[in-house]
């Protein structure tokens, strides 16, 4: 991905927004420091990850978990 600095974004303007349309991502810079990710509008989102596992350790399933409250429903609806 180009990093392009203020000052030039500015100078072409029309050949960046060009280049994004085209499905071409660029990041505009300030100073050195990352400002803006350029990308064309019908790019789709980003998909965030999804961190599968990460309580793993500190949450315990009990072994019957598919039948806890069985009783109390049966007899709901026997009732």
Known sequence: MD???MRDA???LSQLVDKAAKGEHFIIS???KP???VTAVDT???VKS???GFLQGQIRVPEDFDRLGETDIAES???
């Open 44 to 46: 789709p989102e980003p």
């Open 35 to 37: 400002m803006a990710r």
């Open 3 to 5: 990093i392009i600095n």
């Open 77 to 79: 609806f026997e009732s």
């Open 30 to 32: 300030k100073a050195g």
């Open 10 to 12: 500015n100078t072409r």
């Open 50 to 52: 999804r961190r599968l």
